[in-house]
């Protein structure tokens, strides 16, 4: 059971790249989510998905794009890399229920330059 | 809006001693209340967590957390910190509609 993983773990991009995130989780979770961590910001929700096939927009959507195709998966993506979106993104999930925990993946930290 | 308050940026203990965190939320309605911890390089780790009942919530690595709803507030302690204790500590509130929102965090320092 490895719970949420999350590839790559790190990444340097150009300014105008493309890239996608890759959250995994083997929990039959229902929910997944997308945050970003910025020194002194805490956690902000990018993106969240309430079940496969369903995405929905968080605290700081703008600059990306998501999808849940498979259950078990949740995918980032940023069309063109900005020097604002440098950070370290999670990805988390859980049961669905407004007091269930979420499980957090490891991060990926990624830079744009 | 849903939003948390840590008022405390970094704190710095002595081993063997007590803490306590801050956290202070703002929810129209009744709020679920957690606290997670990050170690350096690491996710996110639920200590605990709070959403009906007995307002002294008890959690992993020895901790405790008392929602005060007078005071809006859902502070973390422990009696003894050790070592390991030092990470970064989240406050987060929830709702029914199941997103998160998480204060800017502690960072604890635990001195020998």
């Known amino acids: 059971n490895a719970g949420v993983t999350q590839t790559p773990k790190f990444r340097v991009l150009k300014t105008g790249q493309s890239m996608t995130l890759l959250c995994a989780q083997d929990?039959?979770?229902?929910?997944m989510y997308w945050y970003r961590q910025d020194p002194g910001m805490g956690l902000r929700l990018i993106h969240y998905?309430?079940?496969?096939?369903?995405?929905a927009k968080g605290e700081v959507p703008d600059g990306y794009n998501v999808s849940r195709l498979k259950k078990q998966n949740f995918l980032l993506g940023l069309e063109s890399a900005a020097p604002s979106q440098t950070s370290v993104y999670f990805c988390?999930?859980?049961?669905?229920?407004?007091?269930?925990?979420?499980?957090f993946g490891p991060g990926t930290r990624l830079t744009v330059l | 809006a849903q939003s948390v308050t840590q008022p405390d940026i970094h704190i710095t203990v002595s081993e063997g001693a007590s803490l306590e965190l801050r956290c202070n939320y703002s929810?129209?309605?009744?709020?679920?209340l957690f606290w997670y911890v990050q170690s350096p390089g690491q996710g996110l780790q639920l200590l605990l967590k709070?959403?009906?009942?007995?307002?002294l919530v008890q959690g992993i690595k020895g901790f405790e957390a008392e929602f005060k709803r007078s005071q809006s507030s859902f502070n973390l302690r422990k009696p003894s910190v050790h070592w390991s204790d030092a990470a970064e500590y989240f406050c987060?509130?929830?709702?029914?509609?199941?997103?998160?929102?998480f204060g800017a965090g502690t960072t604890v320092t635990v001195r020998a």
């Open positions: 988390a999930s859980s049961l669905g229920r407004a007091s269930d925990e979420q499980f």
């Open positions: 929990m039959n979770h229902e929910y």
């Open positions: 998905s309430v079940g496969e096939g369903t995405t």
């Open positions: 929810y129209g309605a009744t709020p679920y």
């Open positions: 709070y959403f009906s009942g007995d307002t």
């Open positions: 987060a509130v929830g709702g029914a509609d199941y997103k998160l929102s």
